[in-house]
Each structure stands twice: as C-alpha cells, then as structure tokens.
C-alpha cells in the first residue's frame, strides 16, 4: 500500500471511530437525564441498559473478531456501522424501558463489530507494514471522541431534544458505513497473500501462546478496569482528596490532553521501541500513577504525579493492545487473536463503576487502594505472562 493510499486509511478509520466512539460510547453521558426524565425512568435503570450493551460487546467480541477474519474488516465494521445506526435509530423512538433495552443491545452489537480492536484487525489485513502507526493515528484521531462528542451532544440537545439528536447520530453513524466502504480495499486486495506462509504462522499458535495470549487479555481487562473507574469518577476522586471544584475539572480536562502527548510520542519512536516495551511502560506507569494516587491524602501534591502519569498511560494502552498480539504471533486470524484480547477489557470497563461505586462507600482510601492492587496485578500479570520470551 502506497504512502498516501496509508495515510487515507489512518485517517479516515480514524475519523469513523471518533464517530463510532462519541456516538456509542460517550453520548450516553448526556443523552442519559433527558432519557430519564422523558420515560420516567431511574438513573439506575438507563445506566443499567448501557451496561448491558457493554457486556453483550464483550460476549460477542470474540465472535466479531472471527468475522473480521472470515469475512474482511471492510464488511465488519460496515455493517457495525449499520448497527449502530439502527440502534440509534430504536433510541430515537423508544417509549419505555423495554423499547431502550433493545436499542442499547443492538448498540452493543454495534460496539463489538466496530470498534478499535475489529478496527485494528482490518488495519491488519490490509497494512501489515505500516500496522502500527496507522494504529497509532487511528487512536489520534479517536481519542478525540469524548472532546468532540459532550458539548456538541449539549448543543444538539438543546437544538433538537434527545430524540432529534439519537436521529441525527444515526445518520451520522450510517454515513461511516460508507466512509469504510470508501476507505479500506475490497476482498481481492485485502486477501491474505500466499507468502504469509499460514503453516509457519498456525504453529506460532501454541497451546502454549494461548496461555500467553489469555493472560495478557487479563492484564489489559485490569488495565481497563482501573481506566474505566477513573473515567467514571475522577472528578468525585479528585474532590476527596480536598483539591478544589474548579482545579478538579482542569485535572480531570488535562487527561485528554496526556493521552493525546503519549500516542504523538509513540508515532515519534515507534520505530526504535518495541510493542512490548511500550506494554511495560504502560503497566508500570498506570501502577506508580494508582499508587501515588492512594498515598495522595496526607500528601495532595502527588495527584499531579499521578494523574500525568495515569493519562499517558492510558493514551498508550489501547496501542499497546493491539500491537503486542501481532508482535508476538504474526497476521494469522489477527481478527480472532484482538477479539480475545477485546472481550475481557470490555467487560472490565462495564463492571468497574459499579464495583469502584460500591469500595467508595468503604471509604475513598479503600477505593483507591483497591484500584492501585488492581494496576499492580495487571503489571504483574504482563510480566509473568513475557517471562520466556527471548
């Protein structure tokens, strides 16, 4: 694939998964209340539909990672795409709890077909020279998606109410289904070539390696459940330990920008630094970042260290999760091999609120305690799991 025929694909998958993101992940953060108050629902039980979307994405990761395989990553996340609108679509016209249970499914569906890892399986397929950094542009341009999405959802809400606004998300989830259309090569190109040598890549795949394999998925499941803890109650943290409203929401904001700082460092050396040490960076720095948060109470100057620290590690993880499995056994079923990976993270990320919800009432010191043994289990864990490679 030629320089420029690359750097559309970069950018176009990654302007298709700031979409894909905004829409199915984070617009529910402020779609949620007019929902509520419209279908005379509880928080729990709108909060509750979206975790089941998230969970019904990770039963169906695996199965949507061997589609990407048998069928290509062009039709996948084309007709994640489709699913994603037709879920928003069933939003826009939702009655009752029954009618948002059904829409949220579907977007869960949606989630598990189209998002970055069945993402990075097509990049595979198509651009094995140039994986990593289009993986690395993608995520670029993708973490943008919370920026974008939370004061245009405020702004369409108020232009168009709730319903106008999941309508509007539909179409323009459709229209991304054309853009991958567009973007990624049909089937006769992006066919795995003869000289991939598939016997020498099935014996890479060991009973042995799926240990590896399914180990790591739980140190990135670990890695997620801390991220999305974080996520969810960073502002509530960040109050607890007696830092003032309006710094905590400059904290909070500064996040974005570190994870951005740390993907624009990786396209910097990406050629020098393997996938497996970017992995080691990220896990030990996600555990120092929850350790210095934990010990922040009697010493409220750590939350600086910590949080700088946290943000480049997230901006890292979702490279490094999807570059290892291809580091270490090749393009063979890459869909297969990212779909295990992409399971267990998403799952941790539905559960992790609640749980981090649940230790909070314990006592944020517990909380975080639990968060920082968390971190320091995964860092272990990829260890443990790398501990024969040469």
């Not at 249970?101 to 069945?118: K, T, V």
């Amino acid at each position: 694939m030629s320089r420029a025929h690359t750097a559309v694909l970069a950018v176009g998958l990654g302007c298709g998964q700031l979409v894909a993101w905004a829409v199915l992940f984070y617009s529910i953060a402020v779609l949620a209340e007019p929902m509520r108050r419209e279908l005379e629902l509880t928080p729990g039980q709108v909060f509750g539909c979206f975790t089941g979307s998230l969970l019904i994405a990770a039963l169906a990761a695996p199965m949507a990672g061997r589609l990407v395989d048998r069928l290509g990553g062009r039709t996948t996340l084309a007709a994640s795409a489709l699913a994603g609108a037709a879920s928003f679509a069933m939003l826009a016209r939702a009655g009752a709890l029954r009618d948002l249970a059904l829409a949220w499914a579907a977007a869960g569906i949606a989630m598990a077909l189209g998002l970055y890892d069945p993402c990075f399986a097509a990049v595979g397929q198509v651009a094995k020279d140039s994986f990593r950094k289009v993986v690395t542009i993608v995520t670029l341009i993708g973490g943008f998606a919370s920026t974008v999405c939370w004061p245009l959802t405020a702004l369409l809400l108020r232009l168009h109410g709730w319903r106008g606004t999941c309508e509007l998300y539909a179409i323009a989830l459709a229209a991304c289904a054309v853009l991958y259309l567009g973007v990624l090569p049909g089937p006769a190109r992006s066919r795995v070539p003869r000289s991939v040598a598939p016997a020498v890549r099935a014996a890479s795949w060991t009973p042995s390696a799926r240990r590896q394999a399914r180990l790591l998925a739980w140190a990135f499941a670990g890695a997620a459940c801390v991220g999305g803890s974080m996520s969810a109650h960073i502002i509530e943290i960040l109050l607890g330990l007696n830092v003032t409203a309006e710094r905590a929401l400059w904290i909070a904001s500064s996040i974005g920008v570190l994870q951005t700082v740390g993907r624009v460092v990786d396209l910097a050396v990406n050629a020098r630094r393997s996938p497996i040490d970017v992995g080691l960076f990220t896990f030990g720095a996600l555990a120092l970042a929850m350790a210095l948060l934990a010990g922040a109470g009697p010493f409220p100057a750590l939350v600086y260290g910590s949080i700088a620290l946290y943000g480049l590690a997230n901006g890292l993880v979702t490279i490094a999760k999807a570059t290892i499995p291809t580091e270490l056994w090749g393009f063979e079923k890459v869909g297969e091999r990212l779909g295990t990976f992409s399971g267990p993270s998403l799952a941790a990320r539905a559960v992790a609120p609640l749980a981090f919800a649940l230790l909070r009432a314990e006592g944020l010191f517990i909380a975080l305690l639990a968060l920082a043994t968390m971190a320091s289990a995964s860092l272990v864990t990829y260890l443990y799991a790398l501990r024969h490679r040469r």
